[in-house]
């Protein structure tokens, strides 16, 4: 069992790395890279003269890891470090100067100059490969007490270390590191929360510009929530969420972030609650609602569909069954949402809001009906194959009714097949979700990637990729270790002789 949990693991993490390597190289290479000016709302302001809209390309593509990019300033800079006598002026001189210090660094780096100032910058297009090695080198990352690196605060406590903290109690708290709680419990779930070992997905752009992917599909939506906050200078009405203390330098620290936490205090930089949940969360809410719908359908369905095999019931759930495996998703979204309107329901998530239960009925429903068929048809072929096994022939001949066999025998046999099942429903709830949610306007993943691609945010497709590929990998071992719990006969491993 563990050799075989271990195996597992490790092919799931290179099917992992191959899916997310593949769409990260499609997206890389094949999406022309300028597109994503077009939903960028700053472009056009501060692009206003040749100079700065090279210079503002430069930057998002240095940022988004497509190229290294060295402005006048900081080349300036940098080669100043090799001859003092260099300036930003564009003489011949400089140029010289420069030419020398890119020909130093060598690796692809280029001098060029704006064409209305004539000043020097350099640029050094990154390989995709080398995109890709950087995007997992830095995918997993740890905090420790060495991770500040601030010369205005040469003072710096560095430590970790276990406190009863004034505003949130007992936990683990660090100083030099980046956040300020590593280990804490509150009555959120999963109600034990760690920042020693972060994901990072890269930063979101054009949508939701400079901010982490992570940080994009895990926090609130919405308003913000106002609340009593503990901080360490006393008790305030704040939507500031007290657990997401970050590093920020105390130069920079503003008389709200004195008045909040204290002169001198380096961790002020924080995050607010919001009054709407957060994407992953939504996406969750129907998705796990959707699981249960279908089989709730399905199972009683396929079982009276195999009891009374052949019958007219049997023909007639056939072929419902069938039609609607055939019909297009969207048809069958468009038809629930009809439906729905006659019973009161809203045909999009922004009519009543997060706040509503009626927002998530629809969408969870249509997540619901999309697996129901596929798994009742399995269910039906899967018992009605038990049905023939001599065990049941032999629990007929003992005079049991046979509702005692289908109760005691066949569904208990059923049921180890139907937790395998459920990592295929899994996935297509997310398959489902990407066009559910985005025709009901509904803010949760599947449509932050539809929209994402619409954007060409391609940062967050790799995110949102990835998610989703560990979600479906993962829970497709989860279901073959749940079939162990349920049937200890089912072996993972080979036993001598291959059997």
Do not use: C
């Not at 890389?28 to 501060?46: A, E, G, Q, S, W």
């Not at 400089?94 to 004539?118: A, C, D, M, T, V």
């Amino acid at each position: 069992m563990k050799k075989y949990v271990f195996m597992r693991i490790l092919r799931s993490l290179v099917s992992i790395f191959l899916v997310t390597t593949l769409t990260y190289m499609i997206i890389y290479t094949l999406t022309p890279r300028n597109l994503i000016f077009k939903n960028d709302p700053n472009y056009n302001k501060v692009a206003k003269t040749k100079d700065s809209k090279i210079n503002y390309e430069n930057t998002v593509y240095d940022r988004m890891g497509y190229l290294e990019y060295m402005d006048s300033k900081s080349l300036q800079q940098k080669a100043s470090k090799e001859d003092s006598s260099v300036t930003v002026d564009a003489t011949n001189a400089n140029e010289k100067i420069y030419k020398k210090y890119i020909e130093k660094l060598g690796h692809g780096w280029q001098l060029k100059r704006f064409p209305e100032s004539k000043s020097f910058y350099a640029v050094r297009e990154i390989p995709v490969f080398e995109r890709v090695i950087s995007f997992y080198a830095n995918l997993i990352q740890f905090d420790h007490p060495g991770w500040v690196k601030d010369a205005s605060n040469p003072n710096l406590k560095r430590y970790i270390r276990i406190e009863n903290d004034p505003s949130i109690g007992w936990s683990v708290v660090g100083s030099g590191t980046k956040h300020k709680y590593l280990l804490y419990f509150n009555g959120q779930f999963p109600y034990v929360h760690q920042n020693f070992v972060t994901l990072n997905l890269g930063n979101s752009y054009p949508t939701y510009s400079n901010t982490p992917v992570l940080q994009v599909i895990t926090q609130g939506q919405g308003t913000t929530k106002k609340s009593e906050v503990n901080f360490p200078t006393g008790k305030k009405t704040s939507s500031i969420d007290i657990y997401s203390r970050t590093y920020k330098s105390p130069s920079k620290a503003d008389s709200q972030d004195i008045s909040r936490f204290g002169k001198g205090d380096a961790y002020t930089a924080t995050l607010s609650n919001y009054e709407n949940p957060s994407m992953i969360a939504s996406s969750s809410i129907i998705g796990l609602i959707g699981i249960a719908i279908a089989y709730l359908i399905a199972i009683p369905l396929g079982s009276y569909m195999a009891l009374f095999k052949n019958s007219w019931f049997d023909s007639i759930s056939t072929a419902t069954l069938t039609f609607m495996m055939s019909l297009p998703t969207i048809a069958l979204v468009y038809i629930v949402r009809l439906a729905g309107s006659f019973f009161g329901l809203p045909d999009s998530f922004p009519v009543l809001g997060a706040q509503d239960w009626r927002s998530y009925v629809l969408p969870s429903l249509i997540l619901g009906l999309l697996s129901a068929p596929f798994i009742a048809v399995w269910i039906r072929r899967y018992m009605i194959d038990i049905h023939s096994q001599d065990f049941v022939r032999f629990a007929r001949s003992k005079g049991l009714s046979e509702r005692e066999i289908s109760r005691k025998h066949i569904f208990k046999n059923a049921m180890v097949p139907l937790v395998s099942g459920i990592p295929g429903s899994i996935i297509g709830v997310i398959s489902g979700a990407t066009l559910t949610e985005t025709v009901f306007a509904f803010p949760g993943m599947g449509k932050m990637l539809i929209d994402s691609i619409k954007a060409s945010n391609n940062t967050m497709v790799i995110g949102l990729v990835f998610i989703f590929t560990s979600l479906g990998i993962f829970a497709a071992m989860l279901g073959d270790i749940l079939m162990t719990v349920l049937d200890p006969r089912i072996k993972l491993t080979n036993t001598k002789g291959g059997k």
